[in-house]
């Protein structure tokens, strides 16, 4: 997939998928130390923060948020994460880290440490920002406690590289702390704020399969679904009961197809379906459409297509001269290239690349 983050919004993050943390080439420094060689204003304390000039008040109020939330986690799961927080104008932010500004996101969960949450200086700068809160600092705390979620989760060895089931994770860990600690924030777990317009992808497959490339609005209102989702699997459970339910569930860290995680979020919580409503529709992403494997392919714009194994055996997968991806059977990846561009099944199948993301559904047949 191009460029996923497993953290990526983080909570509007991601991520994807690979995980946020992943994208940096392994010959590149760390975001964190990068972070420490702008030499940055910083403060001190059990989580250091660094912040542009200019965002002193903002990074002491989200340190000393975040302090309260990393307290918590280390009570409920036993262990104790460290980790650095930095809080970046748009200018720094690029000099930092390859992910999207104003994206919030954990870094160095999986590789490249050492581990991180990064927060815009401005949340005013996401796209219609003012759609998605009147109180930005609050969110933004939000948003850390989110982030911090992917660091623990990985800490007590919840991985995964599906990224509707990593982002719910984090927000597991979210909503633990918000019903015990944060009550003036138990409506971010109630859904979408009223003033967001409606949207073009609304399934939870679809953010499932397409992580934060539905784009940055349409992520940050599913970011608030899954807040929801969340919530509802938390219901009457402590926080530990839940996560060993889930590392049960789903120690395969394969991504499996949305019926396969919708059925076993159903045995953990009976009725979420139901309570979920719409967002348990099957994808709306359209069917990708075959085309011979020769000719010349035309450079369009940056798209998707989800190749979606449902044939018994594994297959092998090529897009471009990238090198081929082996999908196991029952299980499925994202590819990114520009429409006009071909995907090849080794079953001699070829794909095009549409100019909106499409799936490819391969069956025994």
């Known amino acids: 997939m191009v460029t996923r983050t497993i953290l990526a919004f983080v909570w509007f993050l991601v991520a994807a998928l690979g995980a946020i943390g992943q994208t940096n080439p392994a010959e590149e420094k760390p975001t964190i130390e990068k972070v420490r060689a702008l030499r940055l204003p910083y ?216 019926g396969y995680v919708a059925a076993q979020l159903e045995t953990i919580r009976p009725g979420i379906a139901k309570e979920m409503g719409a967002l348990w529709n099957p994808t709306t992403i359209p069917e990708a459409k075959t085309k011979p494997c020769s000719g010349v392919p035309t450079a369009g714009r940056d798209s998707n297509i989800v190749v979606l194994n449902l044939s018994p055996k594994p297959i092998r997968v090529t897009s471009g001269k990238n090198a081929p991806v082996t999908i196991a059977s029952d299980s499925w990846y994202t590819f990114g290239a520009h429409s006009g561009t071909l995907v090849q099944i080794d079953s001699g199948v070829c794909f095009v690349f549409g100019d909106e993301p499409s799936i490819a559904r391969i069956t025994a047949k």
């Open 43 to 258: 403060a001190a304390g059990s989580v250091p923060a660094y912040y542009s000039a200019g965002f002193e008040a903002r990074a002491l109020r989200y340190q000393k948020a975040i302090i309260a939330c990393q307290q918590w986690y280390d009570q409920q799961v036993g262990k104790h994460a460290d980790f650095t927080l930095a809080v970046l104008s748009k200018v720094d932010w690029e000099k930092a880290t390859s992910v999207p500004y104003p994206m919030p996101h954990a870094v160095g969960v999986y590789r490249s440490p050492p581990p991180g949450v990064v927060l815009p200086a401005r949340f005013e700068d996401f796209p219609n920002s003012a759609d998605f809160t009147s109180h930005p600092e609050l969110l933004v705390e939000n948003i850390s406690y989110h982030e911090l979620g992917h660091i623990y989760a990985s800490l007590v060895g919840i991985k995964t590289d599906d990224n509707l089931l990593a982002e719910t994770y984090a927000n597991i860990f979210t909503a633990s702390f918000i019903r015990a600690k944060r009550p003036d924030m138990l409506f971010f777990l109630q859904g979408p704020p009223a003033k967001l317009p409606p949207q073009r992808y609304t399934s939870l497959e679809d953010v499932e399969y397409l992580s934060d490339d539905v784009g940055f609005t349409n992520y940050g209102w599913f970011q608030f679904q899954i807040n929801r989702l969340a919530d509802l699997l938390l219901k009457d459970k402590p926080l530990p009961r839940l996560l060993a339910e889930l590392k049960n569930f789903f120690h395969d860290s394969t991504q499996r197809p949305f």
